[in-house]
């Protein structure tokens, strides 16, 4: 069982910066891949970046690499996201996830936290 609670989002202008935290409840955090999804309206939620358990294993879809970095402090059961050069195609509410140790599928979720990239 594990606990998420995202922070962090808000309004920001083409082009700035945020950074996106999930904060989790979890008897042992190292053990599970965490990940950011986002789901903009009218659109169907997608994957946007994953981490693995010791920090290695990073991987960033497409249209965020270069701009976004996935991080986690295990000691303080944080992983962040970073994400620079803001566009207003990264309007959306972003959710922190972990992974089903067992199955390996995306089984735990955050509420999500909006985020708001004006022109």
């Known amino acids: 069982q594990v606990q998420l609670l995202e922070s962090g989002g808000g309004l920001v202008q083409a082009g700035g910066s945020l950074r996106l935290s999930c904060a989790a409840s979890?008897?042992?955090?190292?053990?599970?891949?965490m990940g950011w999804f986002r789901q903009a309206p009218e659109k169907e939620r997608d994957f946007t970046a994953s981490i693995g358990g010791s920090g290695a294993n990073i991987n960033y879809a497409d249209s965020v690499k270069g701009r976004f970095t996935i991080s986690r402090d295990n000691a303080k059961n944080m992983v962040y996201l970073q994400m620079n050069s803001l566009k207003p195609e990264d309007t959306a509410i972003y959710y922190c996830?972990?992974?089903?140790?067992?199955?390996?599928?995306?089984?735990?979720w955050g509420q999500g936290t909006q985020v708001t990239v004006s022109s």
């Open positions: 979890a008897r042992t955090f190292s053990i599970y891949t």
């Open positions: 996830a972990a992974k089903d140790v067992t199955y390996s599928r995306w089984k735990y």
